[in-house]
């Protein structure tokens, strides 16, 4: 299958998650220097934005906007001088859940502010807010392909536009009763700020092509049922390559028959063995 | 960028299925909005209803997807031999080189507010035919779709309120540029349910009449559904006359408020600022804009500024949601539709239920539709969050 390679430069990273604070101690882990606990992800209050809107904020948000600025401090850019693709499997399944009660109930009159939290694209209006960001922002859902959905958006956007584009992918949980039919457990998020290559701030060239051949696995057991659970964690084996810091290849999930192979190149091996 | 030929659209809303149908009624300024009796809706509101879609039937093999969403996109794939133009670029391209590119805002969540009533009174679960994935889900339509076509390349949905279905054009087009698939089915479904009608109830944005856009007595919006569907292509080298190009794409965020647009409308100017530097145009080259124009007092009013900032008061221009009312993720390519029908047939469409201009906006907004050749349109499309987003399309000659 023809496909053409596409390849950009990752200048910095965001993650949360279950067992995951922070891209610093994820990379350790998944560069199996220290082991991986699985724990509650811990969604930090969004400081970025102002009371009324911090109040309003659901776990969605919060961890959009953990990752989308740790991601883009670490590349030590301004975040309101960025474009970004927002992608997740859902949207804020708490809020939802709460609207399709009242919905349901006698009085079916619901608050402004769970309509206007229910949109698919609420964290990135929050990012905006938070980061005051005109730039352009994509907002994408793929269900289970949602990040390669969200990798390609940016990968394309960067090559075809020649501009810095910041990837935020994320998955919050649903409650009872649409976690049975949906049963995602927990919040995780990626982000990653990505850039045409031969920039200054680059760590590693990715090279994004269209395969079909099966998605790499992840020896960690607890790590490969973590990556099959929820959608953005398809990204661990991108991540881990990364934490590695050596040449590698690897294949994400995305749709049915269709992958995402992802050649990844080192530039700055001594800075990347200083950090871990 | 590289113009884009957009070919094979159409379009199914309140106001007709398919093109002819839309043209007529569009030529004849005709309203499709009703006083609402949708579901067991107890709103005073008038609605863009589409009828039939409870007669249709999702084909075997896509029962999972059976919801209001997909029965809409499925009357909608239908109409003007788009199903064909689908098939004939599958098997020009290959199936793997032709992506499904859609905007929607709330899917088939309809199911869902339905499956809420159907609760398990012991244990509160959901009905056992409730599924998820081919419904609720946002990505369900580009799914369906997908499917539909038995497509095996990349699949979208965009999902930023009411910008969705314009946004697409910007994601297959970088797609095509970045030389990934040759042919995007793009396109916006949006369908009726009671999340978007109370919801809109509660921040009071509802009409209790039908809705009147830049109208000086305005006073919110009426809730429509469509389907729109269209091709992106690369141009060929000798195109008919009246073929569609897609000549500019300008997207911005407000980085305001989650549901008031910017005051003076300076997201919505920064779009369609980019639609028309990215398709090398000056603003006196753009002949008609199809405002976005919900009929509510700050989107109007703020859409309004920025026209003026950017047109003066001279670009004829004016909202279409006074006939297929505001279809919200599927109100951009329906637009887009309806752009390119005034392209080709040289009709500027009038401004049904708008009766007196508000005094304070000071574009040249026409009431009643003109016949006149005309090369090139601006469509506008702004959403929740601050989500901005403009297109350009242009006659090819």
């Known amino acids: 299958m023809p496909t053409r390679q596409l390849t950009v430069s990752l200048e910095g990273i965001g993650l949360l998650g279950p067992g995951f604070t922070n891209w610093l101690t994820g990379q350790a882990i998944l560069a199996g220097q220290s082991g991986y606990v699985p724990q509650a992800t811990v969604l930090p209050p969004s400081t970025a934005l102002p009371p009324a809107e911090r109040r309003r904020a659901g776990k969605a948000v919060k961890l959009a906007l953990a990752i989308g600025q740790e991601a883009i401090v670490a590349a030590g850019l301004d975040p309101s001088t960025l474009p970004t693709v927002f992608s997740s499997s859902g949207g804020d399944g708490y809020n939802c859940h709460a609207i399709c009660e009242t919905l349901a109930s006698v009085d079916r009159r619901i608050s402004p502010t769970r309509f206007h939290n229910s949109v698919h694209n609420a964290p990135a209006g929050y990012w905006g807010i938070a980061t005051g960001a005109m730039l352009p922002a994509s907002v994408l859902c793929g269900f289970d392909a949602s990040f390669g959905t969200g990798l390609l958006e940016t990968v394309t956007s960067v090559v075809v536009d020649n501009t810095r584009s910041v990837l935020i992918a994320y998955d919050t949980d649903y409650p009872e009763p649409l976690r049975s039919p949906r049963p995602i457990f927990d919040a995780f998020g990626v982000a990653l700020v990505l850039a045409p290559p031969g920039g200054k701030g680059s760590l590693v060239e990715i090279t994004v092509s269209l395969v079909t051949e099966p998605p790499s696995r992840l020896n960690d057991e607890n790590l490969e049922s973590l990556r099959q659970s929820i959608p953005a964690a398809r990204s661990l084996p991108l991540l881990q390559a990364i934490a590695l810091g050596k040449s590698a290849r690897v294949v994400l999930d995305y749709l049915d028959t269709l992958r995402l192979a992802v050649e990844i190149a080192p530039l700055l091996e001594k800075s990347f063995e200083t950090v871990l | 960028m590289n113009p884009l030929l957009f070919s094979n659209f159409t379009a199914t809303s309140c106001i ?348 040249n907004y026409l009431l009643d539709k003109r016949q006149r050749r005309i090369s090139r349109v601006l469509s506008n499309s702004f959403g929740f969050g601050g989500s901005n987003c403009s297109l350009v399309f242009g006659r090819a000659n």
């Open chain 2, 16 to 363: 007709g299925l398919g093109l002819g149908q839309t043209l007529d009624a569009l030529c004849h300024q005709r309203s499709g909005l009703r006083r609402c009796h949708f579901e067991t809706v107890d709103l005073d509101t008038w609605i863009g209803e589409v009828q039939g879609i409870d007669d249709v039937r999702m084909p075997p093999g896509l029962r999972e997807f059976d919801c209001r969403n997909n029965r809409l996109a499925q009357m909608g794939l239908a109409q003007d031999g788009f199903a064909a133009a689908v098939e004939e670029a599958a098997a020009r391209f290959g199936r793997h080189r032709v992506g499904v590119f859609l905007g929607t805002s709330t899917a088939g969540i309809l199911q869902t507010e339905l499956a809420y009533r159907r609760r398990d009174i012991a244990t509160g679960a959901l009905p056992a035919d409730f599924v998820y994935h081919g419904t609720h889900n946002q990505f369900s339509v580009a799914d369906f779709t997908r499917r539909f076509f038995r497509l095996a390349g990349p699949a979208v949905a965009a999902s930023s309120a009411c910008s969705s279905s314009a946004k697409v054009f910007g994601s297959a087009r970088r797609m095509i540029e970045a030389g990934l698939i040759d042919a995007a089915v793009v396109g916006g479904i949006d369908s009726l349910c009671l999340t978007t009608l109370y919801g809109f109830n509660s921040l009071e944005l509802l009409s209790n009449q039908p809705c009147r856009p830049f109208d000086a007595e305005r006073d919110g919006i009426s809730i429509g559904e469509a389907a729109a569907f269209g091709l992106l292509t690369r141009p060929p080298e000798n195109l008919d006359s009246d073929a569609i190009l897609l000549l500019g794409i300008g997207e911005s965020s407000d980085a305001y408020h989650m549901s008031s647009p910017h005051p003076e409308g300076l997201g919505a100017l920064l779009a369609m600022q980019a639609a028309l530097s990215i398709a090398g145009l000056a603003s006196e080259d753009i002949d008609y804009i199809n405002l976005h124009g919900t009929a509510t007092p700050s989107n109007d009013a703020a859409e309004g500024m920025a026209v003026f900032a950017l047109f003066g008061g001279d670009t004829p221009c004016n909202s279409t949601k006074g006939a297929t009312g505001h279809t919200l993720g599927a109100a951009g390519g329906i637009e887009a539709v309806i752009c390119a029908l005034s392209l080709q047939q040289g009709l500027l469409p009038g401004s049904v239920n708008t009766r007196s201009l508000d005094p304070d906006l000071d574009i």
